[in-house]
């Protein structure tokens, strides 16, 4: 059902419109092409392959209005158009079309699939052993992160090394202030650089919500549990929070969409970093985009005087819904746990650690784009 692209498509027939092409396919479904798209769109040597990021072909160089000189489908496998006024010959690939065809029945984007605590009854889950056996093993990795925000991976040898091995598979791990691997133990220092090192429990947030790009995908790798039942970690599927308050709320939602917050974060001398945003942003078509949620790192609200009670309102709803056992995954993570998550999507927190207890998390992170990079490498590799 996910692997649409594996399917051959044939073109059954062609019809020419004032501005448009019209494909009809031999599925039944029906196409549009505009002839400045298509034209804009010719991966031929001379306008380079936009497939590639290799494009040299310039709008400015041809009339708005482009009109082909003739079309031909020989075989429906390749459109073939000849163009006005210049004879240029741009030759498209049916799959590709069929790939890029922008025609509104068509263009459903991949949703994600939301989640409460149900999930605790059928996690996303895979193993080392399944991740190190090949592609599709981590496919299947990727594919959880996509489409739940997480996925656990279990029998990851508890050393130091192994979570650095399985984050460098996708791609480089980001530095931060925390260094490019951070240790999640209990210390004893009164000033410590992070919450995360105290026994305190922590209220479900989104990690580093003070950069201007938060990192996007995050790695736990536990090294040591606590024999108590404390420390146990908590995660929440921020995009069904975020769509719960859109249904019941929906003046909430708005402005939690519509006004920024400032995060801030100040450490001694060294680390003064401070960025805004809303809380839950959205993409041109309304669909949730990512969620930027910390009660840690919030910076007083700077709204204007009216909106200050209504977005209070808000704010403590959304709260409501972000520590409600309904949306909440408790796990006691053990040693040989990893978790892999979209810190753009999903809430991590922790209940509290018990006095004289050894629980050792290792924590890192990495920008999203290597996300999709592997998962397009690995479909394209495993043929789909
Ligand atoms: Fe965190
Ligand atoms: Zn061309």
């Not at 798209?37 to 040299?56: E, F, I, Q, V």
């Not at 594919?143 to 192994?162: A, S």
């Not at 839950?280 to 949730?288: K, T, Y």
């Not at 977005?311 to 040693?335: D, E, G």
Request: with cysteine; glycine share 6%; net charge negative.
């Amino acid at each position: 059902m996910m692997h649409n692209n594996a399917k051959n498509y044939e073109i059954y027939a062609v019809l020419q419109d004032k501005k448009q092409l019209v494909v009809h396919w031999s599925d039944g479904y029906k196409s549009t092409f505009h002839y400045i798209w298509l034209r804009d769109n010719c991966y031929c040597s001379a306008c380079g392959d936009p497939r590639l990021g290799k494009k040299r072909f310039r709008l400015i160089d041809v009339p708005a209005d482009v009109q082909p000189q003739s079309v031909h489908c020989e075989n429906g496998n390749a459109l073939e158009i000849t163009w006005e006024p210049d004879e240029h010959r741009s030759v498209y690939d049916a799959q590709w079309l069929r790939m890029h065809c922008y025609s509104a029945t068509k263009r459903e984007p991949r949703q994600p699939i939301l989640w409460d605590s149900h999930i605790v009854n059928h996690l996303p889950q895979t193993t080392y052993e399944e991740i190190r056996n090949g592609d599709a093993g981590r496919l299947l990795m990727l594919e959880h992160v996509r489409d739940y925000g997480i996925c656990f991976v279990r029998n990851v040898p508890p050393q130091t090394g192994k979570l650095e091995s399985v984050a460098e598979s996708l791609g480089p791990i980001m530095e931060s202030h925390y260094g490019r691997v951070f240790d999640i133990v209990v210390t004893p220092d009164e000033n410590q650089k992070s919450v995360a090192n105290s026994r305190y429990n922590l209220i479900p947030h989104t990690d580093d919500p003070y950069q201007d790009i938060p990192p996007g995908i995050i790695f736990f790798h536990c090294l040591k549990a606590n024999d108590d039942g404390s420390g146990q970690s908590l995660f929440v599927d921020g995009f069904q929070i975020a769509e719960v308050l859109r249904r019941e709320k929906p003046s909430a939602f708005d402005l939690l969409c519509h006004y920024e917050v400032s995060f801030h974060k100040q450490y001694d001398e060294q680390i003064d970093i401070q960025a805004s945003s809303p809380v839950i942003s959205l993409d041109p078509r309304g669909n949730l985009r990512g969620v930027r949620i910390s009660n840690l790192f919030a910076a007083p609200f700077e709204l204007p005087e009216e909106l200050v009670e209504p977005f209070y309102a808000a704010y403590k709803k959304l709260m409501q819904l972000y520590t409600a056992p309904k949306y909440l995954l408790k796990v006691a993570l053990r040693p040989g746990d990893m978790v892999i998550f979209d810190n753009h999507r999903i809430l991590h927190g922790r209940t509290e650690i018990g006095m004289q207890q050894q629980r050792h998390l290792r924590w890192c992170s990495m920008q999203r784009d290597y996300l999709h990079r592997s998962l397009q490498i690995l479909a394209r590799r495993l043929g789909y």
